[in-house]
Nanobody
Framework: QLQLVESGGGLVQPGGSLRLSCVAS????????IGWFRQAPGKEREGVSC????????NYADSVKGRFTISRDNAKNTVYLQMNSLKPEDTAVYYC??????????????????WGQGTQVTVSS
């Protein structure tokens, strides 16, 4: 049984940076695709980024490409989301999620079965 806990959210000014962490327990992350999702008030949940089990493949939403970077350290059971050049429209609750996979592929459109409880990111002056 896999449990995920996000951290690193907070209040930041436009143009600033934050680094989110997703730490797993109950199982190793060696065979899990990890994704980051976000949901803002009044908006549908949006897939932000995901990474394959060994980090060979990554995907990003067009809205964050060039600004956000996903990475993982399986030895630490942790996945990161580095967020740079933050904009007010990035304000949302950010969730990490996982699905089991033996391959080196990762897609945000797949079904993620394990979810964290989220961390709030607010970008405002």
């Amino acid at each position: 049984q896999l449990q995920l806990v996000e951290s690193g959210g907070g209040l930041v000014q436009p143009g600033g940076s934050l680094r989110l962490s997703c730490v797993a327990s109950g199982s190793t992350l060696d065979y899990y695709v990890i994704g980051w999702f976000r949901q803002a008030p009044g908006k549908e949940r949006e897939g932000v980024s995901c990474i394959s089990r060994r980090g060979v493949m990554t995907n990003y939403a067009d809205s964050v490409k060039g600004r956000f970077t996903i990475s993982r350290d399986n030895a630490k059971n942790t996945v990161y989301l580095q967020m740079n050049s933050l904009k007010p429209e990035d304000t949302a609750v950010y969730y990490c999620a996982a699905y089991f996979d033996y391959s080196d592929y990762a897609y945000l459109g797949n079904e993620f079965h394990n979810w964290g409880q989220g961390t709030q990111v607010t970008v405002s002056s």
